[in-house]
């Protein structure tokens, strides 16, 4: 913890930074060791998900709101996938989108809402992040640790994926 408490200089960030830790942990540990499936692994992704966290806590406005959720769900999932991908890189497997990812029913608020939960992961938190949680492109680089292209790319194919979907059930764009 005190690894973690070093990036953050403001009392009040620290606090809520241990707020997070506490409330979150296991949740993060859960997503990144669904994708690694090696609880060490998963370890090394959940470290490296609160050392993002912690440099970017003046970020987190309410602990306890579904963006905040989302973004630590997402930063860990990421960091996972990293981790994945670097293991794999030795091999010649390559990551399917498709799988990697946490299942989750649709919410059944509405039609998009069903529509945004069946798009493949990181599609969906491309959206979630970006046209749910507010942040920009190049914050979204940052937080994921991906280049600026790479977001850019990620967003379109996530538009273009929800476009056919939506389509797929009557609604036209």
């Given at each position: 913890?005190?690894?973690y408490l070093?990036e ?6 620290q ?6 830790y506490?409330?979150?942990r296991?949740l ?5 060791n669904n994708?690694l ?5 998963a ?6 998900a609160f050392l ?7 970020k ?5 709101c579904t963006?905040?959720?989302?973004y630590l769900?997402t ?14 890189r030795?091999?010649?497997v ?6 990697v990812?946490l299942?989750?029913?649709?919410p059944?608020?509405s ?10 992961a ?9 046209y749910?949680?507010?942040y920009?492109?190049n ?5 994921l640790?991906?280049?600026y ?6 967003d ?12 797929e059930?009557g609604i036209?764009?």
């Open positions: 913890m005190l690894i070093q953050i200089a403001d009392p009040q960030n606090y809520r930074f241990e707020q997070l506490i409330g979150y296991q993060m540990f859960h997503i990144a994708v499936r090696n609880e060490y692994d370890e090394d992704a959940v470290h490296q993002s966290v912690a440099k970017n806590m003046d987190i406005s309410d602990l306890k963006k905040t959720k989302t769900v930063i860990a999932e990421h960091c996972a996938i990293d981790i994945y991908r670097a293991r794999k030795r091999a010649t390559p990551l399917n989108e498709e799988i990812g299942d989750f029913d649709a059944h608020t039609v998009l809402a069903d529509v945004i939960a069946k798009l493949p990181r599609y969906r938190h491309m959206i979630l992040l970006k749910d949680c507010g920009s492109n914050e979204i680089a940052e937080l640790g991906l280049s292209e790479g977001v850019h790319s990620l379109q194919r996530a538009k273009r994926k929800l476009k056919k979907l939506l389509e059930t036209d764009i």
